[in-house]
């Protein structure tokens, strides 16, 4: 254990924003890259930030159960608008500096800054979510196979659609999402080959609001299910809100994304249009690798969640689709099928 001894104080919750903004401008911090204080978990989000009901959410999720089981003070860290590596790179040190163990950068955006911050504190455990460029002996890739959940996606909207047109909304142009149209694609005409796929990504770069803009996200939708489109997967973090209330407004299905969506309270008056997600557990990722420091023996390198480890996969909160016997039975035997190595799943 990395803690000889330590007093568990009853209900230790997230260390507050003004904290960790105080540190960066470093009133009550040293230069030292050697940590003073001996602190748990600490995230800092990607785009969209917490209450994204998905991404950011699930990583929230994972620190909150880290600090339950540890007993120890963790803190998570907004973005701000317009912000560069330099910015990210200052707030993951800050984060170092004041003691936290480990650190992660939810999202690929992190990089360089991760990368560069790792450097300064070879002694702290980082992590990245979502990206897997980053070698170093106290780094932690966490990356998940998207589009073998997406691919389960497919077969439940081919399985599911009436009119034989589905859509797939995409964030952001990015290889990351292109993971998950692939992958859905592939699921809906493997099981429907009659059935086709529109596809629209919502900006070229995360800046351009694609993560965040339930607005975009509506528009892209109403316009699929103008086209006929009657299941609609969205791929597009906060962004996927929209998709998800157009589905629901115009009485279609709807697919979510990373988390569980069906359960998400925001979302809870349009749920019943929600008839699955393709869940990454970003949750247990970040949870896992606090407990890896915990039990003083950090993850390193790259740390893949898939089907097989059951860290990616469909959710059934939904009575309706968990109660539908023969949807049921076409996802489990593409899982097999998948975990097997019977079926390549594409990932672009």
Not at 61 to 80: H, N, S
């Amino acid at each position: 254990m990395r803690r000889i001894s330590r007093i568990t104080i009853a209900g230790a919750a997230t260390a507050s924003l003004a904290l960790a903004l105080s540190a960066c401008g470093g009133t009550s911090t040293s230069d030292s890259s050697e940590p003073k204080d001996d602190k748990g978990l600490a995230i800092a989000y990607d785009v969209g930030g917490k209450g994204d009901q998905s991404f950011n959410d699930a990583a929230y999720a994972g620190l909150e159960r880290a600090a339950k089981e540890f007993g120890y003070k963790t803190a998570d860290i907004e973005p701000t608008e317009g912000e560069t590596d330099a910015d990210k790179q200052q707030r993951l040190e800050s984060l170092a500096k004041q003691g936290h163990n480990p650190v992660i950068g939810v999202g690929y955006a992190y990089a360089t800054a991760l990368k560069g911050a790792a450097e300064k504190f070879p002694k702290t455990t980082f992590g990245i979510v979502d990206d897997s460029t980053i070698e170093a002996k106290n780094v932690a890739d966490l990356v998940f196979s998207e589009e073998e959940a997406s691919y389960l996606a497919g077969v439940a909207a081919a399985r599911s659609t009436k009119s034989n047109v589905v859509g797939f909304v995409g964030g952001v142009d990015i290889p990351l999402i292109h993971k998950f149209q692939a992958g859905f694609a592939q699921g809906v005409k493997d099981t429907n080959p009659k059935a086709k796929v529109l596809a629209q990504y919502l900006t070229q770069t995360a800046e351009e609001g694609g993560f965040a803009s339930p607005d975009k996200g509506r528009t892209a939708a109403e316009g699929q299910i103008e086209k006929k489109a009657d299941v609609v997967y969205a791929a597009a973090g906060l962004s996927g809100q929209g998709v998800i209330e157009a589905a629901a407004a115009n009485k279609v299905w709807a697919i979510g994304v990373d988390s569980d969506q069906y359960r998400q309270e925001a979302l809870a008056k349009v749920k019943g249009s929600i008839l699955t997600s393709a869940t990454k557990d970003v949750a247990k990722a970040v949870y896992n690798l606090a407990k890896s420091v915990e039990d003083g023996r950090p993850q390193t390198g790259i740390v893949r969640g898939d089907l097989k480890t059951g860290e990616v996969g469909l959710a059934d909160s939904n009575p309706e689709f968990k109660g539908n016997t023969e949807l049921q039975k076409a996802v489990a035997e593409a899982k097999e099928k998948i975990i097997s190595g019977e079926i390549k799943v594409k990932s672009s």
